[in-house]
């Protein structure tokens, strides 16, 4: 079975919270070099900007989206805007430990 096919995620949204930071950026890469459309969210725009141009540089498809993970109204107002400009997330990408507020 070619390599390439058992991990094609073309037709997924991924969302990456926490994507700004060295781990969740590296995910984030990874998924768009599958072939997932990538939702960068994190507080950092200046390095969430840039991990969209460095996704984007190797052909990916990214945008970055402000948010606090641990504010909920941050929280649904990025998951409206992510699903206005890439589609219904369907990969979820984040750190076990966030505790969420209303």
């Known amino acids: 079975m070619n390599p390439q096919a058992m991990?094609?995620?073309s037709r997924e949204v991924a969302v990456v919270i926490g994507g700004t930071g060295v781990l969740g950026g590296a995910l984030a890469e990874g998924l768009a070099?599958?072939?997932?459309?990538?939702?960068?969210?994190g507080r950092n725009?200046?390095?969430?900007?840039?991990?969209?141009?460095?996704i984007q540089k190797?052909?990916?498809r990214a945008e970055f989206f402000s948010a606090?993970?641990?504010k909920k109204p941050q929280l649904v107002?990025?998951?409206?805007?992510?699903q206005r400009s890439l589609g219904a997330p369907t990969v979820l990408?984040?750190?076990?430990a966030a505790t969420i507020h209303a």
């Open 7 to 9: 991990f094609d995620l």
């Open 33 to 41: 070099a599958a072939g997932a459309k990538v939702a960068v969210l």
């Open 45 to 54: 725009a200046e390095r969430g900007l840039a991990r969209v141009k460095a």
């Open 58 to 60: 190797s052909d990916g």
């Open 68 to 70: 606090d993970a641990t």
């Open 77 to 82: 107002a990025a998951h409206e805007n992510i």
């Open 93 to 96: 990408v984040m750190r076990p």
